[in-house]
T-cell receptor, first 113, second 113 residues
Framework: DGGITQSPKYLFRKEGQNVTLSCEQN?????MYWYRQDPGQGLRLIYY???????QKGDIAEGYSVSREKKESFPLTVTSAQKNPTAFYLC????????????FGPGTRLTVT | AQSVAQPEDQVNVAEGNPLTVKCTYS??????LFWYVQYPNRGLQFLLK??????LVKGSYGFEAEFNKSQTSFHLKKPSALVSDSALYFC???????????FGTGTRLKVLA
């Protein structure tokens, strides 16, 4: 069954701790993306990657880090430097050519207290 | 600056009536345009896209959208709304020459029985 998985669905952390969100896809897509969703603000791009071992900052990269060691995986680390980390995080993937539409995972809701 | 606007935060429509969710864009070059739907606490699902060709695009669940180059619009439509269509709808554009997508802030559609 093809798709994108994100884990965990809910995540709770104390302020000052780093936390890593998982994103895996078996669609053989080259490009992967991380978005943050806050009420009334739509989706904001954190990082994206077009190819293994390469990634670019999006519009709100400060306080986040990523890695792309495998085509299938694009984990996001929310560091203690992120001022307001509580949000719904969405991972997506797409082909670089052809279809172009993005496929989204189910999301991870992170709550930091 | 490249942008996508969804001017209505919420649209209410009676079941069985036609619905329209508005989207306008501002990008350089030829746009790739998309509509997605999001149900509560879920990821986004792809509905339809315009890449090139016919201005009227048909998608999933009976939705369609019309690309209007002169008005830089890509409004989502459905001839007869269902209560189950109630959800959050996002318009998105892929920036020419990049693999980056810009999303609107979303429009909440409420279909009343």
């Amino acid at each position: 069954d093809g798709g994108i998985t994100q884990s965990p669905k809910y995540l709770f952390r104390k302020e000052g701790q780093n936390v890593t969100l998982s994103c895996e896809q078996n669609l053989n897509h080259d490009a992967m993306y991380w978005y943050r969703q806050d009420p009334g603000q739509g989706l904001r791009l954190i990082y994206y990657s077009q190819i293994v071992n390469d990634f670019q900052k999006g519009d709100i990269a400060e306080g986040y880090s990523v890695s792309r060691e495998k085509k299938e995986s694009f984990p996001l680390t929310v560091t203690s430097a992120q001022k307001n980390p509580t949000a719904f995080y969405l991972c997506a993937s797409s082909m670089l050519a052809g279809g172009l539409e993005q496929y989204f995972g189910p999301g991870t809701r992170l709550t930091v207290t | 600056a490249q942008s996508v606007a969804q001017p209505e935060d919420q649209v209410n429509v009676a079941e069985g009536n036609p619905l329209t969710v508005k989207c306008t864009y501002s990008v350089s070059g030829n746009p790739y345009l998309f509509w997605y739907v999001q149900y509560p606490n879920r990821g986004l699902q792809f509905l339809l896209k315009y890449i090139t060709g016919d201005n009227l695009v048909k998608g999933s669940y009976g939705f369609e959208a019309e690309f209007n180059k002169s008005q830089t619009s890509f409004h989502l439509k459905k001839p007869s709304a269902l209560v189950s269509d109630s959800a959050l709808y996002f318009c998105a554009v892929r920036m020419a020459g990049t693999y980056k997508y810009i999303f609107g802030t979303g429009t909440r559609l409420k279909v009343l029985a």
